[in-house]
C-alpha cells in the first residue's frame, strides 16, 4: 500500500505549474494561510514558501514556467521563515538595536546582519507584506462623533500641536491599537502561523495585539503583543517609541481608557516635556493617521536607522 505524499511540483509540467504557481501566490496574498493553500494544491508547505521567496524576489516573472534570467534570488524561502519569526516572536531591543519598535529600516538592517544580504526598503515592505505583517485596522467602527468638535480639531487644535512642536523641535506620532486574528480572512493574515503547531494539528484560532505609530514625516513603529493591551502595555510601548528619540515626542491617540489611566499620565509626566500626549475627538478615527495610512507596513516606512556597531 502506497503512503500519499505532498508534492513538491517537480511532477507537474511547466504550464500547469506555473498556472498553480500563480494561483498559489494570488490565494496567500487574498489573506489564505500557506498550510491551507498548500493543502488546496496538493504540495508541500516549502513549496509554497518557494513561491512566496521568487515572487518577492522576481515578481510575476519569477513564476513563469521559464524563468527570465537575471539577478540571483535575494532571500530565500527559509530566510524569510526565519525573518517572520524573528519579527514575529521578538522585539529590535532583543536584537541589540537601539529602537525598541520594528521599522523597514530595522528589518533590512536585520536581514543584513543575519544573511549578508542587503535589500531595498521597498524589497522588505513587499516581503513583510507577503508574510501578513500589516497594520491591518478594524473593518468596522463605531462613528457617533460630533462633527463641530472634528471642525475644531481640524482647524485649531491640531494646527497648535504642530506649532507647539516646530517651537519644542518634537516628533509627532499618531498612534492607535489594533487586532489581528488568525482566521482572518478578508485581508492579509500572519502566513507564517500556517506552519505552527496550534494551526496546524488543532485549528485553534489565536489573535495578536499591534500598537502602532505613524509620524508626520512617514516614519512607521509597532509593537506586537500577545494579549489584552492594558495601561502597562501601554506604557511598554511608549518606552519603546522614546527609544533613540533626541527630540521630544507628542503622541496623539484616541480617548480609549487605557491612553488616560493613571499609571500613562504619571509615565508622561515622568518624562518631564521629553513625552506628550494629546487626544482626538471622540469617535474621529479618520483623523488617526495610522487609519489613513492604509494599515499596511509598506504605506510607511522610517529613512533612519541608529547602527549599534555591533554586527
Known amino acids: 500500500m502506497k503512503c500519499k505524499r505532498n508534492s513538491d511540483g517537480r511532477a507537474i509540467d511547466h504550464h500547469s505549474l506555473q498556472v498553480m504557481r500563480q494561483q498559489a501566490i494570488k490565494a496567500v496574498r487574498e489573506g489564505q494561510t500557506v498550510q491551507s493553500v498548500a493543502a488546496a494544491f496538493g504540495v508541500n508547505i516549502r513549496s509554497v514558501f518557494r513561491w512566496l521567496s521568487d515572487f518577492a524576489n522576481g515578481g510575476q516573472n519569477a513564476l513563469l514556467a521559464k524563468p527570465v534570467p537575471g539577478r540571483p534570488p535575494r532571500i530565500s524561502a527559509e530566510e524569510m521563515r526565519w525573518l517572520a519569526q524573528a519579527v514575529r516572536d521578538h522585539s529590535p531591543l532583543q536584537y541589540r538595536f537601539e529602537f525598541g519598535l520594528w521599522t523597514l529600516s530595522l528589518i533590512a538592517e536585520l536581514i543584513r546582519r543575519q544573511f549578508g544580504k542587503t535589500l531595498s526598503l ?5 516581503i513583510m507584506k507577503l508574510l501578513g505583517f500589516t497594520a491591518q485596522k478594524p473593518l468596522y467602527r463605531a462613528w457617533q462623533q460630533d462633527a463641530a ?10 494646527p497648535a500641536i504642530r506649532a507647539e512642536a516646530r517651537a519644542a523641535g518634537a516628533r509627532i506620532y499618531f498612534a492607535d491599537e489594533s487586532g489581528l486574528r488568525s482566521d482572518y480572512h478578508a485581508g492579509t493574515t500572519w502566513a507564517l502561523q500556517g506552519e505552527t503547531p ?4 488543532t485549528g485553534r484560532r489565536f489573535s495578536v495585539n499591534m500598537l502602532s505609530a505613524v509620524g508626520t514625516r512617514g516614519e512607521f513603529r509597532f509593537m506586537l503583543h500577545d494579549g489584552t493591551v492594558t495601561a502597562s502595555v501601554f506604557r511598554e510601548f511608549l518606552k519603546r517609541l522614546l527609544i533613540g528619540a533626541e527630540q521630544p515626542v507628542f503622541v ?7 491612553h488616560k489611566a493613571r499609571l500613562v499620565r504619571a509615565f508622561v509626566e515622568e518624562q518631564a516635556g521629553r513625552l506628550k ?5 471622540p469617535y474621529s478615527p479618520q483623523l488617526n493617521r495610522t487609519s489613513r495610512s ?4 509598506s504605506a510607511v516606512s522610517s529613512g533612519v536607522l ?3 556597531g555591533r554586527k
Open 122 to 126: 521597498s524589497a522588505v515592505s513587499r
Open 149 to 158: 468638535l472634528v471642525r475644531q480639531w481640524e482647524s485649531e487644535t491640531y
Open 198 to 201: 496550534v494551526v496546524e494539528v
Open 252 to 258: 496623539i491617540v484616541d480617548g480609549h481608557p487605557v
Open 277 to 281: 500626549l494629546f487626544h482626538l475627538p
Open 294 to 297: 492604509g494599515g499596511t507596513s
Open 306 to 308: 541608529c547602527r549599534t
